[in-house]
């Protein structure tokens, strides 16, 4: 049962340089997304989410597109630095259908190539 | 900045023996959530809490496991009779009231490894 999906299990780029991280989910239930960073044996550390109500957010480096008709949404990191280097995961709720759980992706590992 | 702990980092437990991880969600949080990832797989949704009760719960949570909210504070997770499968990291996590119209977080405690032999 994928109902979120991350395709991509790794992803290598050069420091600078912005890093797309991909999502696509099929629940169209599903009412905020959001995006973790984690690294080995620790807790996923909490980075932006979105609204199915916007097609952007933004914080810092950090933006989200959301792109509901194509049940799709990315992470873009600009510009990526080293310390970025991680798993990704995306996850989604559907919280104001009755269900506040997150349902993850498999992730995507980030490196960052000074 | 408040954070959500947890207690033991790592706990080692035989076969049908009874564990408890502990959590300490962030202090004004009024949802609490337990999740697992069993090594190489995704983090997948154990339980949630609300209101001093479960508000849901996976197939994955059966009768062998429960949670209780047993102060102010602490939110813990049991596990009445430990199998080899039940090995994994459990991270709980909590978040505010509902989410306002464009944002909605959960935050995560470190986790606990649970290891069972």
């Known amino acids: 049962d994928q109902q979120v999906k991350q395709n991509s299990p790794s992803l290598s780029v050069q420091e600078g340089r912005i890093s797309i991280l991909n999502c696509d989910y099929t629940n169209s239930m599903f009412d905020y997304f959001l995006w973790y960073k984690k690294y080995p044996a620790e807790g996923p550390t909490f980075l932006i989410s979105i609204s199915s109500i916007k097609d952007k957010n933004e914080d810092g480096r950090f933006t989200v597109f959301l792109n509901k008709s194509a049940k799709h949404l990315s992470l873009h990191i600009v510009p990526s630095q080293p310390g970025d280097s991680a798993v990704y995961f995306c996850?989604?709720?559907?919280?104001?259908?009755?269900?506040?759980?997150?349902?993850f992706g498999k992730g995507t590992k980030l490196t960052v190539n000074p | 900045e408040p954070e959500v702990t947890q207690t033991p980092s790592h706990q080692v437990t035989q076969m049908g023996q009874e564990v408890i991880l502990r959590c300490v969600p962030i202090s004004n949080h009024l949802y609490f959530y337990w999740y697992r990832q069993i090594l190489g797989q995704k983090v997948e949704f154990l339980v949630s809490?609300?209101?001093?009760?479960?508000?849901?719960k996976s197939e994955i949570f059966d009768d062998q496991f429960s949670v209780e909210r047993p102060d102010g504070s602490n939110f813990t997770l049991k596990i009445r009779s430990t199998k080899l499968e039940d090995s994994a990291m459990y991270f709980c996590?909590?978040?505010?009231?509902?989410?306002?119209?464009?944002?909605?977080?959960?935050?995560f405690g470190p986790g606990t490894r649970l290891t069972v032999t």
């Open positions: 996590a909590s978040s505010d009231d509902r989410p306002n119209t464009t944002t909605y977080e959960q935050y």
């Open positions: 996850a989604a709720s559907a919280f104001w259908g009755g269900s506040e759980k997150l349902v």
């Open positions: 809490f609300y209101n001093n009760e479960i508000s849901e």
